[in-house]
């Protein structure tokens, strides 16, 4: 099986001026070769037939995704429309400043097929594609965000995939998502 860095997990991931929230000590085309080089510790499936999750013992420095909200820190939490590439339109997106999270103890490395990723409009030649990673604390899933779902409702024309929203997945991601946020 084969694994390729998409561009766009490319540029989300390893970007230009490198971020404090996204994968350290590694570059780009390391962490391709690490994904291609060591099996995963356990392969789970996605919200999708296309989609499966590759979990990996975190081998970097990166802190986890996301923080719980607290009294202690809800001061700190900031929000502003962004899209995440300039195809798509700006959603509202929230986020913490001033927070510093735990190292990850995983990395959940989130996979197209190249199936998937042919319809989309980004070919590839490996078997899979990176599409993004979770920095987490377990190895599990974190709930994909509700904007994510509505946007892969609203297919590939406005940068999701065309899956439909799973009602009772998006109530979980709501559920996670009020009680916690990214950081910066």
């Not at 390391?30 to 995963?40: D, I």
């Not at 001061?75 to 300039?86: D, I, K, M, W």
């Not at 779902?149 to 065309?162: D, H, P, Q, T, Y």
């Amino acid at each position: 099986m084969s694994i390729y860095l998409t561009p766009f997990a490319r540029t989300r991931l390893f970007p230009r001026t490198p971020r404090a929230n996204t994968i350290q000590d590694c570059s780009a085309e390391e962490f391709e070769q690490y994904l291609n080089a060591h099996a995963a510790d356990k392969v789970l499936d996605g919200y999708a037939p296309f989609c499966k999750l590759h979990v990996y013992r975190n081998w970097t420095s990166t802190r986890c995704l996301t923080v719980p909200v607290t009294e202690q820190n809800r001061h700190l939490l900031r929000s502003g429309y962004e899209a995440r590439s300039r195809e798509e339109l700006p959603v509202l997106v929230r986020w913490f400043e001033g927070v510093e999270p735990a190292v990850a103890e995983y990395l959940v490395v989130i996979l197209y097929s190249r199936e998937q990723l042919q319809k989309e409009g980004s070919p590839i030649e490996a078997d899979w594609g990176v599409v993004g990673c979770l920095y987490t604390a377990t190895a599990e899933e974190i709930p994909m965000a509700p904007i994510t779902m509505m946007r892969n409702a609203l297919g590939v024309e406005e940068g999701g995939s065309g899956v439909p929203i799973d009602r009772a997945a998006y109530a979980r991601a709501v559920e996670f998502w009020g009680a916690n946020a990214n950081w910066r």
